[in-house]
């Protein structure tokens, strides 16, 4: 087998060489040059399995040579050299193809990770060919046919190619979390950790420990040393679910830790490098947030290099027969029963429905449904969609109905009090509850944030309205 090549572009000599010594001891044959048009020369005569630029050269900058590269050698990971701290230069050159970047002082370890999975990907790449057998690999959990999903699975592939941050935008309940762990399976990363965290379950006053973490003895109750969500997804990829819940003292340091590649645990003296690739994604508006001045926009341009959107469930009606058989599949390998069918007007009654909570809403009702229906057969009443009451002509459209977990109750119940007062306030905070329990994938923590109680208040309140 040849030798693996690499291609050096800096002007510094003392940068060249310590690349030269660094990656010679990986038995890597490497070839340094010191400006653009030495660089063009070179990529003209022979290919090469990885190339590092600098961002200032003499005749040019980085950027050209990485639009080169990404225009006429694809299979060639490139990575940047930055200055310490240059986030802008780094987003800039991941958004042009770029796979990595490296800040100086160049950390040698940080540096040789990179280098194995940057060779890593080179060879998945020129084994893999084309976009084909990413789409069909993600298939198989990312059900749909339709074509917004198509291009969802198509880009997937694309991004499990780079290390760039990705922002995973979608509402509640569409499966962002699936579309991350697609991401790092079909990349270079596969073999290392996939850490998801939902940033609003952790409360305010733990969360640099959680995502840091700390010495022993460096506060009350640290009784040993622990390790944070980075440094556990070392080598591998950091899912940040709900980035938009965390607070603004929090952005700061999460954003420190994103460019410098380095974690300081609370007690510590000195920071620990990390190699994490980092997906966020949120149900919110993000740009929305950044403009009221809720989100940093200094943070949100470091995770939203790259933006995959992916569709409600109402905007690909024609991928719920699919998923309801998969789900209904699912439960029934879970319960040991019969496979559910449905009936041609449960069928009906699906497409029809707008589904505010997406997929996961899908499969809370396809499971009541099984548990409602004679048999195996299941019929539109057995979903116990929420109703909308009939509008007059010119009365405004209704918001979104109401949760699944409120099907029993009448549509009517929480806008007459004819049953009650109490009855009335109850169906209220029934409904605002479970909305909130949704929002939060049913973290009670979370969920009692969002309303502005306390948690023990919140459990009270699930069990006198009998909330399960």
Same mark, same amino acid.
């Given at each position: 087998?040849?030798?693996?090549?690499?291609?050096?572009?800096?002007?510094?000599?003392?940068?060249?060489?310590?690349?030269?010594?660094?990656?010679?001891?990986?038995?890597?044959?490497?070839?340094?040059?010191?400006?653009?048009?030495?660089?063009?020369?070179?990529?003209?005569?022979?290919?090469?399995?990885?190339?590092?630029?600098?961002?200032?050269?003499?005749?040019?900058?980085?950027?050209?040579?990485?639009?080169?590269?990404?225009?006429?050698?694809?299979?060639?990971?490139?990575?940047?050299?930055?200055? &310490?701290?240059?986030?802008?230069?780094?987003?800039?050159?991941?958004?042009?193809?770029?796979?990595?970047?490296?800040?100086?002082?160049?950390?040698?370890?940080?540096?040789?990770?990179?280098?194995?999975?940057?060779?890593?990907?080179?060879?998945?790449?020129?084994?893999?060919?084309?976009?084909?057998?990413?789409?069909?690999?993600?298939?198989?959990?990312?059900?749909?046919?339709?074509?917004?999903?198509?291009?969802?699975?198509?880009?997937?592939?694309?991004?499990?190619?780079?290390?760039?941050?990705? &922002?995973?935008?979608?509402?509640?309940?569409?499966?962002?979390?699936?579309?991350?762990?697609?991401?790092?399976?079909?990349?270079?990363?596969?073999?290392?950790?996939?850490?998801?965290?939902?940033?609003?379950?952790?409360?305010?006053?733990?969360?640099?420990?959680?995502?840091?973490?700390?010495?022993?003895?460096?506060?009350?109750?640290?009784?040993?040393?622990?390790?944070?969500?980075?440094?556990?997804?070392?080598?591998?990829?950091?899912?940040?679910?709900?980035?938009?819940?965390?607070?603004?003292?929090?952005?700061?340091?999460?954003?420190?830790?994103?460019?410098?590649?380095?974690?300081?645990?609370?007690?510590?003296?000195?920071?620990?490098?990390?190699?994490?690739?980092?997906?966020?994604?949120?149900?919110?508006?993000?740009?929305?947030?950044?403009?009221?001045?809720?989100?940093?926009?200094?943070?949100?341009?470091?995770?939203?290099?790259?933006?995959?959107?992916?569709?409600?469930?109402?905007?690909?009606?024609?991928?719920?027969?699919?998923?309801?058989?998969?789900?209904?599949?699912?439960?029934?390998?879970?319960?040991?029963?019969?496979?559910?069918?449905?009936?041609?007007?449960?069928?009906?009654?699906?497409?029809?429905?707008?589904?505010?909570?997406?997929?996961?809403?899908?499969?809370?009702?396809?499971?009541?449904?099984?548990?409602?229906?004679?048999?195996?057969?299941?019929?539109?009443?057995?979903?116990?969609?929420?109703?909308?009451?009939?509008?007059?002509?010119?009365?405004?459209?209704?918001?979104?109905?109401?949760?699944?977990?409120?099907?029993?109750?009448?549509?009517?119940?929480?806008?007459?009090?004819?049953?009650?007062?109490?009855?009335?306030?109850?169906?209220?905070?029934?409904?605002?509850?479970?909305?909130?329990?949704?929002?939060?994938?049913?973290?009670?923590?979370?969920?009692?944030?969002?309303?502005?109680?306390?948690?023990?208040?919140?459990?009270?309140?699930?069990?006198?309205?009998?909330?399960?």
């Amino acid at each position: 087998m040849s030798q693996q090549t690499v291609l050096v572009i800096d002007d510094e000599r003392d940068i060249r060489e310590l690349l030269t010594i660094t990656l010679g001891r990986m038995d890597l044959q490497v070839h340094a040059v010191g400006t653009v048009a030495e660089a063009r020369r070179a990529l003209d005569e022979r290919s090469y399995d990885l190339c590092f630029t600098d961002m200032r050269l003499p005749d040019g900058n980085g950027q050209e040579v990485i639009e080169l590269i990404a225009d006429e050698h694809p299979d060639t990971p490139v990575a940047m050299i930055t200055a &310490y701290g240059n986030v802008d230069a780094a987003v800039n050159a991941l958004k042009a193809g770029a796979f990595d970047f490296v800040s100086k002082p160049v950390d040698i370890q940080m540096l040789r990770r990179l280098v194995r999975t940057a060779l890593k990907l080179a060879e998945e790449k020129r084994a893999g060919g084309n976009d084909a057998p990413d789409a069909a690999a993600s298939g198989s959990r990312l059900i749909g046919d339709s074509l917004t999903m198509q291009q969802v699975r198509v880009t997937i592939g694309k991004l499990a190619r780079n290390q760039a941050p990705v &922002y995973i935008a979608g509402e509640s309940g569409v499966g962002k979390e699936l579309v991350a762990r697609l991401i790092h399976e079909q990349g270079p990363r596969t073999s290392g950790p996939f850490v998801p965290v939902n940033c609003g379950a952790i409360p305010s006053e733990l969360m640099e420990s959680e995502f840091f973490g700390h010495r022993k003895g460096s506060f009350t109750g640290a009784g040993a040393d622990k390790e944070g969500l980075f440094q556990a997804a070392n080598g591998g990829t950091l899912f940040l679910d709900e980035v938009a819940e965390l607070p603004l003292h929090m952005q700061v340091k999460l954003l420190r830790a994103i460019q410098e590649k380095a974690v300081r645990p609370i007690g510590a003296r000195e920071e620990i490098p990390v190699d994490v690739r980092i997906l966020s994604a949120t149900h919110k508006n993000l740009a929305a947030l950044v403009e009221q001045g809720l989100f940093r926009q200094d943070l949100f341009y470091r995770i939203n290099v790259i933006e995959l959107r992916v569709p409600p469930l109402r905007e690909r009606r024609g991928d719920v027969p699919l998923l309801s058989a998969f789900i209904l599949k699912q439960l029934a390998a879970k319960n040991g029963g019969d496979e559910g069918r449905l009936q041609a007007d449960a069928r009906q009654a699906l497409e029809a429905y707008d589904f505010p909570g997406n997929v996961r809403e899908l499969e809370n009702i396809l499971e009541r449904a099984m548990a409602m229906c004679d048999g195996d057969s299941i019929t539109a009443t057995d979903l116990m969609l929420p109703q909308r009451a009939p509008r007059m002509s010119g009365e405004p459209a209704p918001t979104s109905p109401s949760p699944a977990g409120m099907a029993t109750a009448p549509a009517a119940a929480a806008s007459t009090p004819d049953g009650g007062l109490d009855d009335y306030i109850s169906n209220l905070e029934r409904t605002a509850i479970i909305k909130a329990l949704e929002e939060s994938r049913y973290n009670k923590t979370a969920a009692a944030r969002k309303l502005g109680i306390t948690f023990r208040a919140l459990r009270y309140k699930l069990k006198k309205l009998g909330i399960d």
